[in-house]
């Protein structure tokens, strides 16, 4: 079982690896938003955006409601959002590190 639970960590972590979906974790904490709306923010392409949104969804990250023919988008949970943070935190510290580095030699 413990072995399994680093697979389902490795797979949510999976998420965090690529930039847009970063980025739609950024705009999703504005609050709930429509594909389509997301698309346009994005510049994604509606085929492009439905395979980040398949996989976050099927990785808790975030849910969905459908309202006629649209569907929204939210974060699952805003702890996701504390992660996102804390790891945008640790990046910042990393960057400043290495500029005081670069400007220090």
Avoid: W
């Avoid at 690529?18 to 739609?24: A, G, I, S, V």
């Avoid at 999703?28 to 955006?49: C, I, Q, V, Y």
């Avoid at 849910?63 to 996102?84: D, H, M, Q, T």
Wanted: glycine fraction near 6%.
């Amino acid at each position: 079982m413990e072995d399994q639970i680093y697979v389902y960590h490795a797979e949510m972590c999976k998420v965090f690896s690529h930039p847009k979906r970063l980025e739609l974790i950024s705009i999703l904490r504005e609050g709930e938003m429509s594909a389509g709306e997301l698309g346009e923010r994005l510049g994604l392409a509606p085929a492009n955006l439905s395979q980040h949104l398949t996989m976050m969804r099927e990785r808790h990250i975030l849910v969905s409601r459908k309202e006629g023919n649209v569907v929204y988008y939210r974060i699952a949970n805003p702890r996701l959002l504390e992660a996102f943070d804390l790891l945008r935190e640790i990046l910042f510290e990393h960057i400043r590190q290495d500029a005081a580095l670069i400007l220090g030699a």
